[in-house]
């Protein structure tokens, strides 16, 4: 079993930058990919990056240029860096694992994050 357990939300201004975190404890085998996933009110869940055990990254047409995904093997911890937040980035935000070759699904509890104009 793998939990996850975000951190970082909280409420920012348009124009602000917020960095979450994602720690993740349990068993993780060598390849795996993280992502960061978001549902605003009213919303299905969207993708909004994943980066891989190996450091390839994704991202969702709507962040790219303002946000960063990155990792740290070592401390089992994924990171998102949102830059030149908008309004419309509000949801929350749950991270995501998908573990092995067999593609073991968790999930965190998500975070919110709030853009106020």
């Known amino acids: 079993q793998v939990q996850l357990v975000e951190s970082g939300g909280g409420l920012v201004q348009a124009g602000g930058s917020l960095r979450l975190s994602c720690a993740a404890s349990?068993?993780?085998?060598?390849?795996?990919?993280m992502g960061w996933y978001r549902q605003a009110p009213g919303k299905q869940r969207e993708l909004v990056a994943t980066?891989?055990?190996?450091?390839?990254?994704n991202y969702a047409d709507s962040v790219k240029g303002r946000f960063t995904a990155s990792r740290d093997n070592a401390k089992n911890t994924m990171y998102l860096q949102m830059n030149s937040l908008k309004p419309e980035d509000t949801a929350v935000y749950y991270c995501?694992?998908?573990?092995?070759?067999?593609?073991?699904?968790?999930w965190g509890q998500g975070t919110q994050v709030t853009v106020s104009s």
């Open positions: 980066i891989t055990s190996g450091g390839n990254t």
């Open positions: 995501n694992l998908r573990n092995g070759v067999r593609a073991q699904d968790y």
């Open positions: 349990g068993i993780m085998y060598s390849y795996n990919v």
